[in-house]
């Protein structure tokens, strides 16, 4: 069968047939693109240190029945609140976006959404995620309110510094933090690593998704690590891949996980590492295509070690 063909109004990275552009009503499609519906993989690489940070909860004490809930929470808001983080990047990118090809058809720089449209879509979706927050226990919510800081700096972060894949891993990664404290109703040691881990992870990944960018990011006069980084990129990925999962390790460690589950929880680290080996080897820098890809795969990789903390914390408990 042959892949669905992208609507002419689509964005230039959007998911091919994905649903947005070819499901939704007309009149949705502008506001879904704006909130990223149309590339799901921005809400999974939200989530995934959320659920990350519910997995060493659970290992640290044990599994509950309301980390049902905090993974489903989890989920909703990490879908709303990229929306909106992703909102109010157009937002303050209005007048970038249009001079970069993977942006220009993006709802704001097209005319598809007007910027007051924008804010009351920010309010709305923002709203949502306060609903989701106030179900939590005091920890989370405080975090959540401290989360805003970051999410609020990003935007701006490429127009000061060559890292801002670094401000994104701050705010991507929070969700570790969050999903601990919404468990436990504390931080530890364990999810404050985990998130400094998941920072390093961003800087991997979105380093990857910026090489797309490179030249027209350059003519503009926006900063990335991947102009930092220009052809030596893979040394540097592998640095941060290491760094990520040494990290990690030592998160796991904290938590204090033991037989069976200490060992299951290592080897979903394993499967971790091995999938950013893996990028490493397929990365090809000057292939667009290959690199949006291997962004995207992150998914993948992300999922890999909150499935195995989930089930090493099952199994610890079991086994007691």
């Not at 997995?55 to 929306?83: N, S």
């Not at 027209?216 to 592998?238: H, K, Y």
Request: charged residues 15%; glycine residues 8%; proline residues 4%.
């Amino acid at each position: 069968m042959k892949p669905a063909l992208q609507r002419p109004d689509a964005v230039r990275d959007a998911v091919s047939g994905n649903w947005v552009d070819h499901n939704a009503p007309a009149s949705w499609r502008p506001w879904l693109r704006l909130s990223r519906i149309d590339r799901p993989i921005g809400t999974w690489l939200v989530l995934l240190p959320c659920w990350w940070g519910v997995g060493l909860a659970m290992l640290a004490d044990r599994p509950r029945l309301v980390d049902l809930w905090i993974v489903l929470a989890c989920g909703i808001g990490a879908l709303v609140m990229r929306g909106a983080g992703c909102t109010w990047n157009d937002i303050t990118d209005r007048d970038i976006d249009g001079s970069v090809d993977r942006t220009r058809k993006r709802p704001i720089p097209s005319g598809q959404v007007t910027l007051r449209g924008a804010v009351g879509w920010l309010v709305l979706q923002s709203l949502i995620g306060l609903v989701i927050l106030l179900t939590l226990n005091g920890a989370a919510i405080w975090l959540g309110f401290l989360s805003l800081l970051p999410v609020a700096i990003y935007p701006f972060a490429k127009r000061f510094t060559w890292w801002p894949q670094v401000f994104l891993g701050i705010a991507f990664n929070w969700g570790a933090m969050l999903a601990y404290a919404a468990h436990l109703g504390r931080l530890d040691a364990a999810p404050v690593v985990a998130w400094f881990a998941g920072i390093a992870w961003t800087v991997f990944y979105d380093t990857i998704y910026a090489l797309q960018d490179a030249e027209d990011d350059a003519l503009i006069g926006v900063r990335s690590t991947a102009l930092l980084f220009g052809r030596d990129a893979p040394r540097w990925l592998a640095v941060f891949g290491a760094i990520s999962v040494t990290l990690l390790a030592v998160a796991i460690a904290a938590t204090g996980a033991e037989g069976a589950g200490w060992w299951v929880a290592l080897a979903a680290l394993a499967g971790f590492a091995a999938h950013l080996v893996w990028q490493l080897y397929q990365l090809d820098m000057d292939s667009d295509a290959v690199q949006l890809r291997l962004f995207r795969s992150n998914r993948d990789a992300g999922l890999i070690l909150a499935v195995g903390l989930a089930l090493a914390a099952i199994l610890q408990a079991a086994l007691r």
